[in-house]
């Protein structure tokens, strides 16, 4: 194991005192912003070698025991799914695994009858207790063996079996914060144990005092701030002030110019409807002359149709007569023709 080192201790102590002086109004910081390597050794025991073949055994048994409450927590789960398992596990191991379930059925009946029996065979009951958690102990120490032997079925069933127990899962993780706890302790001298909670005690010290600079610092802060505040408000009060003078001299000026302006406007609106009355009006005197011009247009047009019918009509008439006339007029001269030719042939 490491040793303590009397210069280096002493180095410790004054580099102490030097943190000890106060670098603003009495907080309590190093002078130097550099910690030694011996504290820090002191703060992180990992950083030191397993120098000794015991505390490489002691962690070394705690590794594999580790190892085997994980492999054991996994054991219900491969029991429930034995038969997705048996082809990788193997004959013997899945043997075995049957064995097993039957001494867990026979705990668990064993359990619940118990329970129920009067007292005069609780002495019994207690001794078939006994030698089935022996032979449960010897079961789960045999597959352990079995399933050890063959490191790559253990690394896949890791990794094929779903996840533990809540309760497996939490004894496993305080198990290894105990490993870590005893690692540490193994790593850690009586000497180095004494200086480290002398540093401690030091730097509590240090931080209480701290602490209380800290606190009063805060106060002072927080009188600094609402002295400051008082003044940020009582400054913003008067710039509201000035801010609510300017808005209504503004109000005014814009309330003086939107009467002027709604003054104008009344006056064009009275225009305006008067203008939209007369538009009205002239609307309505204007359909009147479209409509007396469209019954006079349909009555012009109603009169140059019956002139055109008539027209032709009368056409028609006259051509008919002149035609008439015509036939009468032929006639007339063949009726003459007719009679000059009887009278040059009085034989015929």
């Known amino acids: 194991m490491a040793t303590g080192n009397p210069a280096v201790l002493q180095e410790s102590s004054q580099d102490m005192k030097q943190r000890n002086k106060p670098l603003i109004k009495g907080i309590q910081t190093p002078k130097k912003e550099v910690i030694r390597l011996d504290a820090i050794r002191m703060l992180d025991p990992s950083r030191s070698k397993l120098d000794t073949h015991e505390t490489q055994r002691i962690l ?49 009946h064993l359990l619940s009858s118990f329970q129920e029996q009067d007292t005069s065979r609780a002495e019994e009951q207690r001794d078939c207790l006994c030698l089935l958690e022996q032979h449960l102990k010897s079961s789960v120490r045999n ?8 490191p790559s079925l253990c690394q896949a069933l890791k990794y094929e079996v779903c996840a533990r127990q809540l309760s497996a899962e939490a004894f496993i993780k305080a198990f290894r914060e105990f490993r870590n706890f005893m690692h ?35 106060a002072e802060l927080a009188a600094t701030i609402q002295s400051r505040d008082e003044k940020k ?11 609510i003078q300017k808005y209504d001299a503004d109000m005014g000026e814009k309330q003086a110019e939107y009467e002027e302006l709604y ?22 005197e204007y359909s009147q002359i479209e409509e007396e011009r469209r019954i006079r247009q349909k009555k012009k047009e109603r009169d ?10 009368a056409t028609r008439i006259q051509a008919f007569w002149r035609g008439y006339l015509v036939r009468s007029l032929f006639k007339l001269k063949r009726k003459k023709k007719k009679k000059k030719g009887k009278g040059k042939n009085p034989n015929k």
């Open 60 to 108: 070394s048994v705690l590794d594999e025991t580790i190892v085997k409450l994980e492999l054991s927590s996994l054991i219900p789960r491969i029991i429930d799914s034995l038969d997705r398992f048996a082809d990788m596990l193997g004959p013997e191991i899945t043997n075995d695994l049957m064995e097993h379930q039957k001494l867990s059925s026979k705990m668990e």
């Open 143 to 150: 597959i352990l063996r079995l399933l050890l032997a063959n």
């Open 184 to 218: 540490e302790r193994l790593l850690t001298s009586p000497l180095e144990e004494k200086e480290k909670i002398q540093f401690m005690e030091n730097i509590s010290l240090r931080i209480k005092k701290n602490t209380e600079t800290l606190t009063a610092l805060k």
């Open 233 to 243: 408000k009582c400054k913003a009060e008067m710039e509201i002030e000035k801010w």
């Open 263 to 284: 003054a104008l406007y009344s006056k064009e609106k009275a225009q305006v409807s008067l203008l939209q009355e007369k538009h009205a009006v002239l609307i309505q």
């Open 304 to 313: 140059l149709e019956e002139l055109t019918t008539m027209t032709l009509a």
